[in-house]
Every structure is written in structure tokens, then in C-alpha cells.
């Protein structure tokens, strides 16, 4: 029960970081219908801003813990959002009109350069971080042990979540953005400025992500230029898990996922749990294209 | 990094002859704002390994350079757009020039200087000769289709001197070991790109785990020739069995699925392989591979050793020749340009078989193929299979070249390379898989002492041809059937 319970956790804290990667995927596939492959490279850019975020503020002296983690949100939300607003502006905008296949090899190109730029700029080798938050809340007399970063990276997700869905469906903007997603066309006759809608789109799947990245660099302590790759398809998945184009589907999807690997592991063993995700995404489209929150799709002739 | 490819939409081409200079250097400051933003963290702070643990190190110099390069080049293209080409056109290539022949702190900030300015130069130039900003897509599109069309005519008299060209080639002075080493790169990937061009370019089924059948083919034949002592010449219809079998069973689920869908699963699919391949240590050797790979010998016949084992004849002794170590190369070379002929044969040939018909229509019209009474699924199981079998047979004669494979050869990226090939080339071109090859794979080739940036520049490349010509390079596809025969009207260029 106790080992249960830590493996519950832990899926439980993985999840919410696939869940955040996969809201980019799932709204910007929701608004234009492609996959952005660079998404799980623009997490990987998120983690590394925080990383350089903390190592500038440690080399400036500043060693209070929650300001240092508080700049590093913010900085890593801020610095990769402009990567994800960048992004879309060279590489997808031009595309917009083009057949469908162009957008997708553009983003696979956008992903091995943005790979290879972290690579050159801050070297191949992974970067170790002793851990910033060290800690643990013990329950149970101490049968279960949960890192304070674990419990942050919950309740952080949790809090970002609630502001996030209240934005998508209160404010203009959420509205402009649910706007365009039924119909760009009719939006942009009735005055929404679809290429800012879209740009935002970007930025906030971006700035989401960053927040992933952030976590993962607390979690783990040791990230290198190639994480995006996976954590890109297994948000993926959750994001067709969860129904493409939902946002509490990528959600669902992203904490299933999480559950699953965590279990696996912790039951079967490492080794095997990316084959067991990723044919749980071939199980899922096969028998419910849709995803478990997903509208059916309608063949339009 | 740099943002020159950026254009703006709302300022129309060279309709004010007065120069807008307060506008113009806001539009620039922004740009240069963004490149701020975007070079702060990561190219202006560096992480480095201390003896204590990471370090940061500050490079404030790159940051200047880049800003002020995005800068200028947003400053030129806006006033390009002006009607101030001229000015700009000396201006840039001057900046090229001095980055060609003054020294430089850095090779990076000397190729952004010749590149940046090349760029803009040759923007200038065109508005200069054509009075024009910038080409619109459609009347690029316009003119690169008659290059296309004219490639794909003339196609017809340079394909048979290219197989003529590749199959004199090492029996000329010309070719040493790397010559031909570097041939039997690119004839692999031409041949993987012809294999994919079946399933991608014919069916229209985006696969992007293509190296998963390459990877079973080559691990067929090694773990053939490891377990049970078979032959190159016994395994390579083997592996091309098992391969085609492996792209049954795993396109049978998922062939349901459509487009974006199809995409990503078939990159689970190569995913898994590839794990499985590194974890099942007691049957593949997991990450350490396999080596010891039997060469080919010559059709069983005779080896290429200078004293081959006993009951084999030796190749040089055979024909009477002088040993030499290039014979394998060449025997290889000529092994994989006759595989590759063979995918390319059959891809001409099955597109005039109603199977090819039906593929070609599915790609253009899903719906109504099925409307039409047409197997969808039976058809697109019979393309995947075939490239599959491809694939496959590419895969042993890699392995067999090598002599050792790992799953470090069987990447996402090698996928991601093939279908490049592919789709850079212009789906379903036959010839446009060769221009992507030697594009793709010889010009890296060509520039190996460049090595760290050759990734780099392979995804920016990848960007900027889609940008540039997002059908393709070579997208021209004459239609395979003409009503009446006559001469296809133009607008068949255009289909999708």
C-alpha cells in the first residue's frame, strides 16, 4: 500500500508535467490542425532557461529559495515564450496556407535545429543541479516519503490549470481563441485578428511547457539537449489520449500517461515503460481515435 | 537565430517611393528586441563544467553581434521594400566582403556576415532587376514548376546517363575508397528514399517511422548470419520477407487511421523497435550491437579475402586480377546501385498497374477511392509492405557493408533524413529523391569539416525549402493517365 502510494504520487507529479506539454500540443493542433513537432523542443528550451536563470541569480549572490525559484518561473515562462511566439512566425506562418504535410517537415527541421542550437550554444553533455529544494513531507509515520518538489510541481500545475482554463473561457482572449478554433475564416470576418490569436497560442502553450521544463529540472536534477524528443511524443500521446483539441482531455491524458509509467516502472521495471506509452497511444487510436474527452470527427466530403 | 527570413505582410511591395524612416526603424528595434530576448539566456550565458559543479560563463559580445546583425537585416529588407534596393544591394554585399576577407573573432559571426548579407544582396538584386520586393508564392511557385517540369521531362535523357554515370564510375581513375564509400551513401539513401517514396510519395500515407523496417532488415541478417551461420546471399530475401511481414503486422491496426494521426503512431512504432532492440540484451546484443558481420562474398561464389576460407574460391584469383581491397567496395557498389535500380524499376513500372492507379488515387481523393469500390485498406497494406520490403533490403546491405549495427544507427533521425529526402525531393518525384540525396546527404558529406554544424544547418534547411517551396523542390508530377490522350492541360501541375 505504501509503495502504492508513492508510485502514485510520483505519476501523479509526472503527469502534470506531460499534461502541461500537451496543452501546447493539443490548442495548437485544435487552431490549425498540425502537429507541432518543436513543441517537445521548446519544453527542453524551458528547462534550460531555468537553469541558466539559477545559475546567473546563484553567481549574483541571491540564495533566498523562493525568490530564486519565483525569478526562475518567471524568466523561463517569459524567454521561451518568445521562442514559441518565434518560432510560429518564421517557420509555420508562411506555411499557413500550404498543403498539409509542408507544416509538419518545417516543425521536424525546427526541432533537429533548435536540438542542435542548445547543443552547440551550451554543449552535449547533460548538466547536473544538486537539488534547490531538497526536503521531504513524510505521511504515514513515514512510509511515505513525498519531495517537496513533487507536492510543488501538483500544486503548481493544479493552480496554472484553474487560471489557464478560466482564461480560455472568460476573457476576450479565450474567447477569440475558442473562436478560431471552430472557424478562422467566419473569426477573422467578424474582426478577431486570427494571426494574433494564433501567435498567443504559441506563447501560452510555450510559457506552459517552460513551467514543465522548470519542474523536471527541480525533479530530476539533470537535464541534457535531447529530453524534448521523448517528453515531446509522450505528451503527444496524452494529447490524443485525452481527445486533440480538449484541454482537460490533454490533461487526463497527460496524468494517465504519467500514471502508467510510474506504475510500470515501479511494478515491471524501467526499461520497458516507453514501449508500454507508446502502445498504449496505438491501442487508443486504434480502438477511440477520438480520445477519451475528443468530439468524433466527421469525414467531410 | 537569424530573423531575415521574416517578411511583413502588411507593408506592400514598393508602393511608396519616400522612405518611411521612423517606421522602418521601430519595425527593425523590434526585430532587433525579439533577437534580445531570444540570445539572453542561451547565447549569452553559457553553462560550463566546473570542478565544483556547473558554472556560467557570460559571452555579452555574441548578443551584441547578433542584435545588431538582426538589426541591420530587418533595416535592409525594410528598405528594400522602399524602393532603396540599390543603396542596400552595395551595402550588403560590402558586409559580405568584409566578412569573406577581414579577420574575424569568430568563424560563426564571419558566416552570418557572408550569409546575412548574401542574403540580402541577392533580395536586393531582384528587386533592382525586377522592380518588384519579392516574388509572390504564386509566381514562384509558377516558375519553379516549369524548372520542375522541365527536370521531369528531361529526366527522361538524364536518368539513363546517370545510371550510365554511377556504373562507369568506379571503373574510372576517378574512384578511390572514399569516392566510392560516399557513392554507397547515397545510393542507400536514394534507395530508402525511392522505398518510402512508394508509401509517402505514391499511397500518400505519411510514415515517419520508415527506419524501423530498415532496422528490422538489418538486424534479420545479422542475427541470421550470427545464430545460424546463413549467408548475405540467403538473407537478403529473408530480411526482405521479414521486413514486409513486420510492415503487415504493424500497418494492419493503424492503417485505419488517418493523416496526422497515421503520423505519429508510426513513429511509436519505429520507437518501440528501437527499444526493443536496446533492451532485449540476451538476443540483440542490446546497445553494444552486433558485430562481426559476414561480408558478401561474390553471389557464393568466390570471396573477397586475399586467402578466403576453405571450399571458397577467391574473387581475384577467379578472374585473374591483382588483389585488391577495392574489389569489395566496388562489388558493394554495384550491389546497392542494382537494389536501388531495381526499387526505382518497380516504382515506374507499378504506377502504370491498376495497384500503383489505385495507390495515386487514395493519395488524391480518400473518399472517393472508396466510393469507388477500391480497398482502401488492402491497398495501402500492400504500399507499406512493399517499402517495408524495401526498407528491408536496404537494411542487410547496410549491415552487411558495416560489419556492425546498434540501435544507435536506427534513430527518429534517420527517419526523419529519408522522409526529408523525400518531401524536400517533391512527393512522388523520382528524381527529386536523387536532387534531395545528394542535397541532404552528399553536401554535408562535402562539408565534414564543419561536422558540429552540419545538424544544425540540416534543420534550418529543412525549414527554409519548405518556406521556400513547400511542395517540394522537384514537385512536378505529370499525371500517370491522360483523357484522350492528348497533351495534359496545366492545370494537372496544380493538383494536390
Known amino acids: ?301 | 537565430m537569424t530573423m531575415h527570413s521574416n517578411t511583413v505582410s502588411s507593408a506592400a511591395g514598393g508602393a511608396a517611393r519616400g522612405v518611411d524612416w521612423a517606421a522602418t526603424i521601430k519595425d527593425a528595434g523590434l526585430a532587433a528586441f525579439v533577437a534580445l530576448l531570444l540570445t539572453v539566456p542561451l547565447v549569452g550565458l553559457r553553462t560550463v563544467d566546473r570542478p565544483t559543479g556547473l558554472g556560467i560563463e557570460a559571452r555579452p559580445e555574441e548578443v551584441v553581434a547578433s542584435l545588431l546583425l538582426v538589426f541591420l537585416g530587418r533595416l535592409g529588407l525594410g528598405l528594400i521594400r522602399q524602393g532603396m534596393a540599390l543603396p542596400v544591394l552595395i551595402l550588403a554585399l560590402a558586409c559580405a566582403g568584409v566578412g569573406l576577407l577581414l579577420p574575424m573573432p569568430t568563424q560563426v559571426l564571419r558566416l552570418v556576415l557572408v550569409l546575412g548579407g548574401g542574403v540580402i544582396a541577392i533580395r536586393a538584386a531582384m528587386t533592382v532587376a525586377t522592380g518588384r520586393s519579392k516574388l509572390s508564392q504564386a509566381d514562384r511557385d509558377k516558375r519553379m514548376d516549369r524548372i520542375a517540369a522541365k527536370v521531369q521531362h528531361a529526366s527522361r535523357y538524364i536518368g539513363p546517363v546517370a545510371v550510365a554515370f554511377a556504373a562507369v564510375l568506379p571503373l574510372t581513375p576517378l574512384a578511390d575508397r572514399m569516392i566510392l564509400d560516399i557513392g554507397i551513401l547515397l545510393l542507400t539513401y536514394i534507395m530508402l528514399g525511392w522505398g518510402l517514396n512508394i508509401v509517402v510519395g505514391l499511397a500518400g500515407l505519411l510514415d515517419l517511422g520508415y527506419v524501423a523496417f530498415y532496422a528490422v532488415g538489418a538486424y534479420s541478417y545479422a542475427l541470421l548470419a550470427h545464430y545460424f551461420g546463413l549467408s548475405f546471399w540467403v538473407c537478403l530475401p529473408l530480411a526482405g520477407v521479414l521486413a514486409a511481414i513486420s510492415g503487415v503486422l504493424l500497418g494492419f491496426p493503424v492503417l485505419r487511421l488517418r493523416g496526422d494521426y497515421f503520423a505519429i503512431v508510426t513513429l511509436g512504432f519505429g520507437e518501440i523497435i528501437r527499444i526493443i532492440l536496446v533492451n532485449w540484451y540476451q538476443f540483440t546484443g542490446g546497445p553494444n550491437g552486433i558485430s562481426g558481420i559476414p561480408r558478401p562474398s561474390f553471389f557464393g561464389i568466390a570471396d573477397f579475402s586475399r586467402s578466403p576460407a576453405e571450399g571458397m574460391a577467391a574473387f581475384h584469383e577467379m578472374f585473374g586480377l591483382e588483389f585488391s581491397p577495392l574489389h569489395r567496395i566496388i562489388f558493394l557498389y554495384y550491389l546497392i546501385l542494382a537494389l536501388a535500380l531495381v526499387v526505382n524499376l518497380f516504382t515506374l513500372r507499378v504506377r502504370k498497374l491498376p495497384l500503383g492507379r489505385a495507390w495515386e488515387a487514395l493519395r488524391e481523393d480518400d473518399i472517393a477511392c472508396a466510393s469507388l469500390g477500391i480497398n482502401r485498406t488492402n491497398m495501402k497494406l500492400a504500399a507499406f509492405a512493399i517499402a517495408a520490403m524495401f526498407g528491408g533490403f536496404a537494411g542487410s546491405f547496410f549491415a552487411t557493408r558495416q560489419g556492425f549495427i546498434s540501435p544507435e544507427s536506427f534513430t527518429f533521425i534517420e527517419s526523419a533524413i529519408i522522409l526529408a529526402i523525400v518531401v524536400l525531393g517533391g512527393m512522388g518525384s523520382q528524381i527529386g529523391v536523387v536532387v534531395a540525396t545528394l542535397l541532404v546527404i552528399g553536401l554535408p558529406e562535402a562539408f565534414r569539416e564543419l561536422a558540429d554544424y552540419r545538424m544544425l544547418a540540416f534543420g534550418a534547411g529543412m525549414v527554409v525549402i519548405m518556406l521556400w517551396r513547400p511542395r517540394g523542390l522537384l514537385a512536378h508530377r505529370d499525371p500517370t493517365i491522360l483523357l484522350h490522350g492528348g497533351r495534359n492541360p496545366a492545370a494537372t501541375g496544380a493538383a494536390k
Open chain 1, 1 to 301: 500500500m505504501d509503495y502504492f502510494l508513492q508510485q502514485l504520487i510520483n505519476g501523479l507529479s509526472l503527469g502534470a508535467i506531460y499534461g502541461l506539454i500537451a496543452i501546447g500540443y493539443t490548442m495548437v493542433y485544435g487552431i490549425i490542425g498540425m502537429i507541432n513537432f518543436a513543441h517537445g523542443e521548446i519544453y527542453m528550451i524551458g528547462s534550460f532557461v531555468a537553469l541558466i536563470t539559477f545559475l546567473a541569480i546563484g553567481a549574483l549572490g541571491i540564495t533566498w529559495v523562493p525568490l530564486a525559484l519565483l525569478v526562475m518561473l518567471l524568466a523561463s515562462m517569459l524567454f521561451t515564450s518568445v521562442y514559441g511566439w518565434t518560432v510560429e512566425r518564421i517557420a509555420y506562418r508562411p506555411l499557413r496556407s500550404s498543403p498539409r504535410l509542408a507544416p509538419l517537415i518545417s516543425a521536424i527541421g525546427m526541432s533537429i535545429f533548435l536540438q542542435n542550437y542548445i547543443q552547440l550554444l551550451q554543449g552535449a553533455r547533460s548538466k547536473p543541479l544538486q537539488p534547490i529544494l531538497p526536503g521531504n513531507l513524510t505521511l504515514m509515520d513515514g512510509a511515505v516519503s513525498v519531495s517537496y518538489v513533487r507536492l510543488a510541481t501538483i500544486v503548481i500545475t493544479l493552480v496554472l490549470m484553474v487560471g489557464f482554463t478560466m482564461l480560455i473561457n472568460r476573457t476576450s482572449l479565450g474567447r477569440a481563441q475558442r473562436a478560431c478554433e471552430q472557424d478562422k475564416k467566419m473569426a477573422g470576418l467578424l474582426g478577431v485578428n486570427v494571426d494574433r490569436v494564433i501567435s498567443l497560442t504559441f506563447v501560452m502553450g510555450a510559457a506552459l511547457a517552460a513551467v514543465a521544463g522548470m519542474m523536471v529540472l527541480l525533479i530530476y536534477g539533470v537535464i541534457d539537449f535531447y529530453i524534448g524528443f521523448l517528453a515531446g511524443v509522450k505528451s503527444f500521446t496524452a494529447a490524443v489520449l485525452g481527445g486533440v483539441g480538449s484541454l482537460p482531455g490533454a490533461m487526463l491524458g497527460g496524468v494517465v500517461i504519467g500514471l502508467i509509467e510510474a506504475f510500470w516502472s515501479g511494478y515491471v521495471g524501467s526499461e520497458w515503460k516507453d514501449v508500454a506509452t507508446f502502445s498504449i497511444l496505438v491501442l487508443v487510436l486504434i480502438f477511440r481515435p477520438t480520445g477519451l474527452l475528443g468530439r468524433p470527427e466527421i469525414e467531410k466530403v
